[in-house]
């Protein structure tokens, strides 16, 4: 395999005091791959895109074998924040009507919707207790410029995604338990929080239980056509498949398959997560369970979890190893004490990194891989993936069996992303963007 980030970001390092804690899976349901392996279809890649591939595929009955470099949910699926929102690109509405019009922009906002649907009727069918909470998610203000934003920005939000959303007054905060330093926001009425861990797992179970082979510990190193179909190793099996389906995102190799070579922009995002707070302290401070994130490029995300426990999220970080972790769990801990300058005393016991992945498209692609007859790959949810990385894994189950995608699956997705250039140091396209968005707070 061929990655880009160091070393270090493929390792326990950032993941070590992860609140999510490991996997529940017993290591004999998932046993590392070894010797010949025949399998119908192969998923590379255990988290939330892979296994709603592998979970919708084992309940049409096929035979379906999914491969994970290390354990399900151990990259971004389970180290997230836990929203289960819309989301997926980083495109305004403008520009995706510009692209696809104004059917291809109400199309992907009702795919939106849709995934995050998706993921709550998966909890309940499969009887998956995610801790959720959260009436819809509320953007924060930031600065009075942003709470300007957001007055503009209702109406063309309630237009698109047709629904309502509501506008909260500065002076409303308080009385919302929404307390901090924020300026006004706006509450959209989709979406809720989850433990991404538990839903993770939740899925590997559903899956195992419908007749899905997991295998951990089994990284795909090559993968090559081999007659009608694909022949892939790990370090001890050699796999032979009909059809394959890449489904690995932030953690992606630049050569499995070479396809993907500078298809995706692994970038990080770092969370925090306190000890359990006090009644006063929860009274004092933030006391919605309302999930939040705020109205920037660098954006903050947080929400006061139902055990009582305070999660706080924040974007950047272009630099990996254990010297710029450290300076991330720095940061990042100032960056809390500013929002939420009450809770200066409380302690972060957790905290931790992950990588998500932005393409050249600025929005997800999922669909077949140019050139590869039978294989398809879903990728780049651009941190927004609990929903939008499980809609494309059952999107990715229809498509693999030549069957139609159904009905969402919006031209914003199909569209095949180009290379970045600059090829394996790429990541330094995105440093003038960070320190604009730094210096400017937006």
């Not at 470099?69 to 929102?85: L, T, V």
């Not at 649907?117 to 801790?131: K, S, T, W």
């Not at 809720?192 to 861990?197: D, E, L, M």
């Not at 997991?214 to 790990?234: K, M, Q």
Request: positive net charge; glycine residues 10%; contains cysteine.
């Amino acid at each position: 395999m061929k990655r880009i980030l160091n070393d270090f970001a493929y390792g326990s390092g950032p993941n070590a005091a992860c609140y999510w804690g490991p996997t529940t899976l017993a290591t004999e349901q998932t046993p590392a791959a070894s010797g010949p392996v025949r399998t119908r279809i192969a998923v590379v890649g255990a988290g939330f895109t892979g296994l709603s591939a592998a979970l919708h595929l084992a309940e049409q009955g096929e035979d379906v074998t999914v491969f994970d470099a290390e354990s399900p949910g151990w990259g971004a699926s389970a180290r997230n924040g836990g929203f289960c929102c819309l989301g997926g690109t980083a495109l305004p509405g403008s520009m995706i009507r510009k692209r696809h019009g104004d059917d291809g922009l109400r199309h992907w906002r009702q795919t939106e919707i849709a995934a995050i649907e998706l993921v709550r009727n998966l909890l309940i069918r499969h009887g998956i207790d995610a801790e959720t909470h959260s009436q819809g998610e509320t953007i924060m203000a930031h600065s009075p410029r942003a709470m300007r934003s957001l007055r503009h920005e209702q109406v063309e939000m309630d237009a698109d995604y047709g629904f309502a959303t509501t506008l909260h007054e500065p002076e409303d905060l308080t009385a919302l338990g929404m307390r901090g330093a924020y300026h006004g926001a706006l509450t959209m009425p989709h979406g809720f929080g989850v433990n991404p861990r538990r839903l993770s797992d939740g899925l590997a179970r559903a899956a195992l239980s419908a007749g899905a082979r997991i295998h951990a510990h089994s990284p795909v190193l090559s993968v090559t056509r081999s007659g009608n179909g694909y022949h892939l190793t790990t370090p001890k099996a050699q796999i032979t498949a009909d059809r394959v389906i890449f489904a690995t995102n932030g953690y992606s190799s630049e050569d499995v398959p070479d396809w993907m070579r500078a298809r995706f922009m692994p970038l990080q995002s770092n969370v925090i997560v306190t000890r359990p707070l006090t009644d006063q302290e929860i009274a004092d401070g933030w006391s919605s369970d309302q999930m939040a994130y705020t109205h920037q490029t660098l954006l903050h995300y947080f929400r006061l979890m139902p055990n009582g426990q305070f999660l706080f999220g924040m974007r950047g970080g272009l630099m990996s190893g254990p010297g710029a972790f450290a300076s991330l769990q720095k940061r990042i801990r100032k960056q809390f004490e500013r929002a939420f300058p009450f809770w200066k005393h409380v302690e972060t016991p957790h905290s931790w990194n992950g990588a998500l992945a932005f393409n050249a498209k600025l929005a997800p692609y999922v669909g077949p891989v140019p050139e590869m007859p039978g294989a398809f790959t879903g990728f780049a949810y651009h941190g927004n993936g609990v929903a939008m990385g499980t809609h494309a894994g059952a999107v990715l189950a229809r498509l693999v069996l030549d069957q139609d995608a159904g009905p969402h699956y919006p031209a914003l997705m199909q569209s095949t992303p180009k290379r970045f250039p600059l090829g394996r140091y790429r990541r330094l396209l995105m440093t003038p963007a960070y320190i604009a968005a730094a210096i400017s707070g937006q």
